[in-house]
């Protein structure tokens, strides 16, 4: 059971406070937060907090903790509760809340007080999840738009909650309007992945992982039965579905079968641990000598993904010791920016020549060698292939009297993607 949720700035302000029982929780609990936020990180206050476990203890409650969008939502209980329940919840609201906002800042939230409050109303009960479906949320708290800002101004009436209770709260598949029609049925299917890799200087790979999720855009008349299929399915670790998705089918034979909500959502997500390479490799070479360091980076694909590897990027902070530095390159863009960090813009790999950079580094007065070597974080981004290798086998759509269009598509980009040098 929760007592209480906060909503926090990027500065530590309490922007938000919402009382869930009749034990009131007090906002000191907060200000304990922020402190051991910023004692784990950067002295800074005004600064976002440092990473966190999503569960601390502090010395009188247990807190829950995640960040969206520099937006940090804090949840308190003094009473023993799964603790995936609280993640889960503040995960369902920062969701919500964007989906309504159309993203997620402090003016947002500030210019919406009504709504957001309306929203924890009818998401939460006495500290217990309640309604936590979008569409029925939809039906129930009408989102902010202009019409609806004049007509309070007009009227007086700062409620946006309808009189009536939506239909799909009493119907066996919650998450779906209530008999939706469209003039053309069409479901999409997108696998979106991401790669955490860590390179060492020699372009051994230390650890790669994949965090994937498919994503489902779908309008379709009716109430459809979907099944999907991968051919591969025995590559994925730590899935986690949508509430749509039946377990049972998935259990005994790795088929998502599910009645989908209407218009886009996350049907499930993923990892692949299994991974043995990287489709690009970065070679950097540093050579000190006399008040200088030379340096060269070399970047190529490792291995031919199929698709053109866009927007390749390379990033690394210079050490403190540096005073300058002089950068050039045979393919993109370079950048040295005000706090030091260097911004190599490739672009696309080209296939007849590896893109390069070269240049030297000026250290300090008296500082002969570069003691502290940068890491060098890359972004990349791949259209049309998952580099995890899970392939889509079949989508079969039932209970609709003509066959809708279906569609897919695959997207690979970079998540913590580092080479040490």
Same mark, same amino acid.
């Given at each position: 059971?929760?007592?209480?949720?906060?909503?926090?700035?990027?500065?530590?302000?309490?922007?938000?406070?919402?009382?869930?029982?009749?034990?009131?929780?007090?906002?000191?609990?907060?200000?304990?937060?922020?402190?051991?936020?910023?004692?784990?990180?950067?002295?800074?206050?005004?600064?976002?907090?440092?990473?966190?476990?999503?569960?601390?203890?502090?010395?009188?409650?247990?807190?829950?903790?995640?960040?969206?969008?520099?937006?940090?939502?804090?949840?308190?209980?003094?009473?023993?509760?799964?603790?995936?329940?609280?993640?889960?919840?503040?995960?369902?609201?920062?969701?919500?809340?964007?989906?309504?906002?159309?993203?997620?800042?402090?003016?947002?939230?500030?210019?919406?007080?009504?709504?957001?409050?309306?929203?924890?109303?009818?998401?939460?009960?006495?500290?217990?999840?309640?309604?936590?479906?979008?569409?029925?949320?939809?039906?129930?708290?009408?989102?902010?738009?202009?019409?609806?800002?004049?007509?309070?101004?007009?009227?007086?009436?700062?409620?946006?909650?309808?009189?009536?209770?939506?239909?799909?709260?009493?119907?066996?598949?919650?998450?779906?309007?209530?008999?939706?029609?469209?003039?053309?049925?069409?479901? #999409? *299917?997108?696998?979106?992945?991401?790669? /955490? =890799?860590?390179?060492? &200087?020699?372009? $051994? !790979? +230390?650890?790669?992982?994949?965090?994937?999720?498919?994503?489902?855009?779908?309008?379709?008349?009716?109430?459809?039965?979907?099944?999907?299929?991968?051919?591969?399915?025995?590559?994925?670790?730590?899935?986690?579905?949508?509430?749509?998705?039946?377990?049972?089918?998935?259990?005994?034979?790795?088929?998502?079968?599910?009645?989908?909500?209407?218009?886009?959502?996350?049907?499930?997500?993923?990892?692949?641990?299994?991974?043995?390479?990287?489709?690009? #490799? *970065?070679?950097?070479?540093?050579?000190? /000598? =006399?008040?200088?360091? &030379?340096?060269? $980076? !070399? +970047?190529?694909?490792?291995?031919?993904?199929?698709?053109?590897?866009?927007?390749?990027?390379?990033?690394?902070?210079?050490?403190?010791?540096?005073?300058?530095?002089?950068?050039?390159?045979?393919?993109?863009?370079?950048?040295?920016?005000?706090?030091?960090?260097?911004?190599?813009?490739?672009?696309?790999?080209?296939?007849?020549?590896?893109?390069?950079?070269?240049?030297?580094?000026?250290?300090?007065?008296?500082?002969?060698?570069?003691?502290?070597?940068?890491?060098?974080?890359?972004?990349?981004?791949?259209?049309?292939?998952?580099?995890?290798?899970?392939?889509?086998?079949?989508?079969?759509?039932?209970?609709?009297?003509?066959?809708?269009?279906?569609?897919?598509?695959?997207?690979?980009?970079?998540?913590?993607?580092?080479?040490?040098?």
């Amino acid at each position: 059971m929760l007592q209480c949720i906060f909503l926090l700035s990027d500065s530590g302000e309490v922007m938000l406070e919402k009382q869930l029982t009749g034990h009131r929780v007090d906002r000191s609990i907060c200000a304990w937060f922020w402190e051991h936020a910023v004692s784990q990180g950067d002295s800074d206050s005004s600064k976002v907090p440092a990473v966190l476990p999503p569960v601390i203890a502090s010395p009188t409650h247990y807190l829950f903790q995640i960040v969206r969008e520099g937006i940090t939502f804090l949840a308190c209980t003094q009473v023993e509760m799964p603790p995936l329940m609280g993640i889960e919840f503040l995960c369902r609201v920062a969701d919500v809340l964007s989906d309504y906002l159309g993203g997620l800042n402090e003016d947002l939230i500030k210019d919406n007080f009504v709504i957001v409050y309306e929203l924890l109303d009818e998401m939460i009960d006495n500290g217990f999840p309640l309604t936590t479906e979008p569409n029925i949320l939809r039906e129930m708290i009408a989102p902010p738009n202009i019409v609806s800002k004049v007509l309070s101004v007009v009227t007086g009436s700062t409620s946006n909650v309808s009189n009536t209770l939506p239909g799909a709260t009493a119907s066996s598949v919650p998450w779906r309007t209530t008999d939706p029609k469209h003039p053309n049925n069409e479901v #999409y *299917v997108d696998l979106v992945e991401e790669m /955490d =890799a860590i390179l060492n &200087r020699d372009g $051994i !790979l +230390v650890k790669c992982e994949i965090y994937g999720e498919v994503q489902v855009k779908s309008h379709l008349s009716g109430l459809p039965d979907l099944t999907l299929s991968f051919s591969n399915p025995s590559i994925l670790n730590d899935v986690r579905f949508h509430p749509c998705v039946r377990f049972r089918p998935w259990e005994s034979h790795q088929i998502l079968s599910f009645v989908p909500p209407d218009g886009q959502f996350k049907l499930m997500s993923y990892r692949v641990k299994k991974l043995k390479s990287s489709p690009i #490799y *970065v070679k950097p070479q540093l050579i000190s /000598d =006399a008040g200088t360091c &030379r340096i060269s $980076i !070399l +970047v190529g694909m490792r291995n031919d993904p199929g698709k053109a590897i866009d927007s390749v990027t390379l990033q690394f902070q210079l050490p403190r010791c540096v005073l300058s530095a002089e950068l050039t390159s045979n393919h993109g863009t370079v950048n040295v920016l005000a706090n030091k960090t260097c911004l190599w813009s490739i672009g696309r790999i080209p296939k007849d020549k590896a893109p390069s950079m070269s240049g030297t580094l000026f250290l300090e007065t008296g500082l002969e060698r570069l003691r502290a070597f940068p890491t060098f974080g890359v972004g990349f981004r791949i259209m049309g292939v998952a580099l995890s290798g899970l392939q889509i086998d079949k989508l079969d759509v039932k209970n609709l009297p003509n066959p809708p269009y279906k569609g897919f598509r695959a997207l690979t980009r970079a998540g913590e993607y580092e080479v040490r040098s």
